[in-house]
């Protein structure tokens, strides 16, 4: 199976980068440190009551929450959806009540932050059961990834007034807190340490396919579920693109854009090195895809529009020539997603603020060559300069053959 971006994303979920780790480290990972602590009961209490406040200055009576990650958000609940209805109702002026199957309840019980649990059998509908624990009800705010067929049905057995609470979730999501920016830095932590390990293992004739199942091996040894995406020399032009069958060769850049979950935080990292003796062009675009960087992360501030941040690493990428060859936005948030809100990309002229946690990563691309991107975790603080969640690779990092 093609493995993709967001394939990975999916699917997962402050130590030196490579270049900054001693040459007899890079072969080999650490043994897994020990997670660190899950987020408290509390935490989940705090985020209903804003998330009750919320609902009540849109005029809201209640929220219908079904299996997503802002259910795991809300509610401590992190679980896929089925054909089976799991719901939270989280009411504006009452209870958090979770609709679960009843032979799921013991499971869903133990790990979700609620107040009621009302179960439903298999031979039940559980669309009146939902209805009928709404009671007086007359709007709900529906979350934004809600199956359409769920929320009609539902809308019209309790005949209520929907609203997309989207964007409820998304104001409350985009300002992390100490402790959720603490498990994004302990994902890239161990993201820098899963691809300098990695690297150590690149020999001349392996595939793009195969380290990327090296990559995955190293995190598991990291303790946790990770991947991400391996392009050599001029497969790296294309952005999201492979990993395929394509051998490495001496000369050529070798491209990981890879991250992890700790505790259902994600990292997105990407490491652009060198195999073998770099030609003058690859050191040229490198040290230009560098100062881009490094011009967006001195931009990310509190009160900046995402437009402002992106225009200033794009600028350093224009002046060099290479406007035209970076192709896409200079970032994105991150956090229980690999890709959420805010984006720093041209046209959003809304200010970040601080908590905002979001990826600075400017590329260059040129198609039949070679493509070089590189890309940091940050956290925007009310001055500059945003907190680094992760390493910065520095100078371009050479591997011998």
């Known amino acids: 199976m093609r493995l993709t971006r967001r394939r990975w994303m999916a699917a997962a979920g402050v130590a030196a980068a490579s270049a900054a780790l001693p040459p007899s480290s890079r072969g080999a990972a650490s043994p897994a440190p020990a997670l660190p602590p899950a987020l408290k009961p509390e935490v989940f209490r705090e985020r209903q009551a804003k998330l009750r406040t919320a609902a009540k200055a849109r005029g809201l009576d209640a929220l219908f929450v079904t299996p997503s990650t802002n259910l795991a958000y809300a509610a401590n609940l992190a679980m896929g959806r089925s054909e089976r209805l799991t719901a939270l109702l ?16 013991e499971n ?78 302990e994902a890239a932590r161990r993201t820098n340490l899963a691809i300098a390990a990695t690297h150590g293992k690149l020999a001349r004739g392996i595939s793009e396919s195969e380290v990327v199942t090296l990559l995955e091996a190293e995190f598991q040894k990291l303790g946790v579920h990770g991947g991400g995406l391996v392009q050599f020399g001029p497969s790296a032009a ?128 040129l198609p039949g060559k070679l493509g070089v991107r590189i890309e940091d975790d940050y956290g925007v603080r009310a001055s500059s300069p945003p907190a680094s969640l992760s390493t910065r690779p520095g100078d371009l990092t050479i591997i011998s053959p």
């Open 90 to 105: 989280l009411f504006a002026d009452g209870p958090a009540v979770l609709i679960t199957p009843f032979f799921e309840a």
């Open 238 to 365: 294309l952005p999201h693109g492979g990993p395929g069958d394509r051998k490495l060769a001496s000369g050529d850049v070798v491209l990981i854009d890879a991250g992890c979950k700790v505790r259902g935080y994600t990292s997105d990292l990407t490491r652009t090195v060198a195999f073998g003796s770099p030609s003058d062009e690859v050191r040229k675009v490198y040290s230009a895809v560098d100062r881009a960087q490094v011009a967006g992360i001195g931009a990310l501030t509190a009160g900046a529009t995402g437009e402002e941040v992106d225009r200033a690493a794009r600028r350093v990428l224009e002046e060099a020539g290479y406007g035209s060859s970076f192709t896409h936005r200079l970032g994105h948030g991150l956090g229980m997603d690999g890709h959420e809100h805010p984006y720093l990309v041209r046209g959003n002229t809304t200010p970040l603020s601080a908590g905002n946690t979001v990826t600075v990563e400017p590329g260059i691309y």
């Open 108 to 185: 869903h019980g133990r790990d979700a932050l609620v107040d009621e649990v009302l179960t439903w059998k298999e031979e039940e509908d559980p669309i009146p059961l939902a209805a009928k624990a709404l009671g007086r009800a007359r709007t709900l705010g529906i979350e934004g990834t809600t199956a359409y067929g769920t929320a009609a049905r539902l809308l019209s057995a309790a005949a209520l007034e929907a609203r997309d609470a989207t964007d409820l979730f998304d104001a409350l999501r985009m300002i992390k807190t100490d402790e959720e920016q603490a498990l994004i830095r």
